[in-house]
């Protein structure tokens, strides 16, 4: 593998702000980029804004500004945005600065001089809205296709490409490089594509009508289509020059990866590479076209009025949290619906439960019984050769997934580990340990949970750069070091750790902000969240009702209290009832008389838990209690959030008090 690393993303029209479409795609390359970063590559990360067309040309002027200062304002919502996204670009691109439109210039002159620019006349229909011409048949309703408005009947003198020329050599690149389009689905659209005639490609448009572009150095009456002028930034940002390029362009070129949608598919794999080979130059080694996002079930558009935008997802969850969503609920390469009600579960289920639970679970066991450093490692039993072996597997699945750009492949196998220390802290059973004081065993198990919360920070910081570092500094870890991360013996043996604030505080509601977006616009669109969200919704939590009970209808103690006919026996066996210890417990954010728990059971993660009580507890008094709960209850939502079991009160005319358990008893054991 050779050591450079270049990795690019579209360079965005500016006529729009940024939404999580651009988000996706820029977030996709910083995190591949920081993979590689970690793994002593050097890289290059490149992307940019479009700046010259049509539509930005109406919009200055609309305006009332010049094309130039409108550019100027527009291209730095996109930087701001990236700068919130944690988005680390070596670069960024405008195709209006010099050191790109004089390599645009210099290359058609090149290409007129050689023969693979011509003039010709061209006639046809012409979209003002699309940039392009369109043949009789592609007309819908003798409209454009695309943004079907009217068309017009245009003759005029315009400058070619000799695409066609180049149309063999894509095909046989395209067999020699079985790599080079993926995935192998966008392989076969463009094969598909290849099999029609390919036409020369028309890349001037007049002055007359287009003022807003780069000239054609042969002939001031005419600019560069859009699309020959921005598919060139991904040389003359890296010094390309017909003439002679800088060094650091035999350095990087050809590009590791052209990250793009699938809807400019087309444009990177035909137009790009002909022009590259054109200019003599090998396309990139991988064009990689990924799927598209649509929101909560429709069309992502304007007129809809539902684009999100990222900053309030960032305002709301943060930065790390809105990449891991984006990265982790759809394949890289796969279409995918991109709800509310699936974020917010999304980071409850994998972030606050899964790896919040493992980080806090180890860093406070640890804190409390073990003097609060690193502890020694024991020698390994049965268990910990098991657990050893599921960390080589998961970081060996990780490296392989994400080099091969599955990202959310990559997080399923680190999931796998984390979901494995849960699972290992509950076979342990560290509180037994410390309470028949087995204290070398206890310190080896706790060692071992918080190796593999280092293998999580480690691995979670391309996706999560900051709680990756977060974590890793609550470890007393100073650098996120990858080689032989899987090995659960990396720590240095009393380093301080603590477990301080939640990585990923659990989010009992969604924020108001976001509910206040989804109740403002489209009304049609809330009741897609939850039918959408259960689809989309992690195994755990799939069972789990969308209802809208009020606090009346809740399972309440009282409820369960009151009734008084028999049942037979095999009745009362079908309710399971657990021993349980509330780990943590908080108001209701949506009603008074409810305490939201996280009550421990020797699960894989604790439960959440909805209860009636606040009339008789305060909710830190709650913390450590031992009490029982039916768990076989079906889960459902309380005003809002999840309840997954029921807990059990004594009771007359009002509540009374919980029925507790003998301190002794571990959480998870049944009763009865
Ligand atoms: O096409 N889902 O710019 P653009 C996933 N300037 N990705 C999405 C998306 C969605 N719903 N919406 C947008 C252009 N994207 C040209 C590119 S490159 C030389 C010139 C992402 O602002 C995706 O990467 O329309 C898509 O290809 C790109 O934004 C289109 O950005």
């Known amino acids: ?304 009025g539902n684009v999100v935008d990222p900053h309030l997802l960032i305002d709301c969850y943060g930065s790390d949290a809105v990449r891991y969503f984006l990265m982790r609920e759809i394949q890289f390469g796969a279409d995918g619906d991109f709800s509310h009600a699936g974020l917010m579960t999304r980071y409850n289920a994998d972030l606050a439960n899964d790896l919040g639970n493992l980080a806090h679970r180890a860093l406070s066991m640890t804190s409390k019984w073990l003097g609060g450093a690193v502890p020694a490692l024991d020698a390994n039993t049965a268990a910990d050769d098991a657990l050893q072996a599921v960390s080589d597997a998961a970081v060996a699945d990780y490296r392989v997934q994400i080099e091969g750009m599955h990202i959310a492949t990559a997080l399923g196998s680190l999931w796998r580990l984390v979901q494995a220390g849960n699972k290992y802290i509950d076979d342990m059973e560290p509180w037994r340990l410390n309470r028949e004081g087995q204290t070398e065993r206890l310190a080896g198990v706790m060692r071992r949970c918080l190796e593999i919360c280092r293998v999580a920070a480690v691995l979670l910081s391309p996706v999560a750069p900051n709680k990756g570092l977060e974590l890793a500094q609550k470890l007393g870890v100073k650098s996120l070091d990858v080689a032989d991360v899987q090995l659960l013996s990396g720590l240095v043996a009393d380093t301080p750790v603590a477990p301080g604030e939640p990585l990923f505080p659990r989010m009992l509601a969604l924020p108001e902000r976001i509910q206040a977006v989804l109740d403002e616009v489209v009304p049609s669109t809330v009741k897609t969240v939850a039918k959408v969200s259960h689809k989309k919704k992690p195994k755990q939590e799939a069972k789990v009702a969308e209802e809208t009970t009020t606090i009346e209808e809740a399972a309440t103690i009282e409820e369960a209290t009151t009734i008084e006919e028999f049942i037979q026996f095999e009745d009362f066996m079908k309710v399971k009832l657990k021993v349980g210890e509330i780990v943590s417990a908080e108001k209701h954010p949506n009603a008074d008389r409810l305490l939201a728990l996280m009550v421990e059971v020797g699960e894989d993660r604790p439960r959440s838990i909805v209860a009636g009580i606040a009339a008789k507890y305060v909710a830190e008094d709650l913390i450590g209690k031992k009490i029982v709960i039916v768990a076989n209850l079906k889960p459902r939502k309380l005003r809002g959030v999840l309840s997954e079991g029921m807990l059990l009160a004594a009771s007359g005319t009002e509540l009374e008090g919980l029925i507790t358990v003998d301190p002794g008893v571990n959480p998870g054991s049944s009763v009865g």
């Open 1 to 304: 593998m050779s050591n450079s690393f270049y990795i690019t993303t579209p360079i965005y029209y500016v006529n729009d702000k940024p939404h999580i479409g651009h988000a996706y795609t820029t977030i996709a390359a910083d995190v591949i980029t920081r993979w590689h970063r970690m793994n002593g590559r050097e890289a290059y990360f490149l992307t940019g804004t479009d700046e010259h067309g049509q539509k930005v040309f109406e919009a200055a002027t609309k305006r009332g500004i010049s094309a130039k200062a409108h550019v100027d304002e527009m291209c730095e919502p996109f930087k701001a945005l990236w700068a919130a996204l944690d988005i680390k670009n070596d670069d960024f691109i405008r195709t209006t600065e010099t050191r790109h439109t004089s390599v645009v210039s210099d290359v058609l002159q090149r290409l007129f001089d050689e023969g693979d620019i011509y003039t010709a006349d061209y006639e046809g229909w012409y979209s003002t809205s699309a940039e392009r011409f369109w043949t009789e048949k592609d007309l819908v309703d003798g409209k454009c296709p695309d943004t079907n408005t009217k068309v017009e009947w245009i003759k005029e003198k315009n400058y070619f490409f000799r695409m066609s020329k180049y149309a063999d050599k894509l095909r046989a690149h395209i067999a020699d490089n079985p790599d080079f389009l993926q995935p192998a689905s966008r392989k076969n659209e463009v094969l598909g594509y290849l099999k029609k005639d390919v036409g020369d490609l028309c890349i001037s448009r007049p002055k007359a009508r287009l003022p807003w572009g780069i000239p054609f150095p042969m002939d001031a009456e005419y600019v560069t289509y859009v699309w020959f002028d921005a598919l060139l930034n991904y040389i003359s940002a890296i010094g390309y020059h017909p003439d002679g390029s800088t060094d650091a362009f035999e350095k990087w070129w050809p590009a590791s990866y052209h990250l793009v949608g699938k809807d400019i598919l087309t444009t990177h794999s035909v137009y790009w590479s002909t022009m590259l080979f054109a200019m003599g130059l090998s396309p990139a080694k991988c064009l990689y076209a990924h799927g598209w996002w649509t929101i909560e079930g429709q069309k992502m558009s304007k007129s809809i």
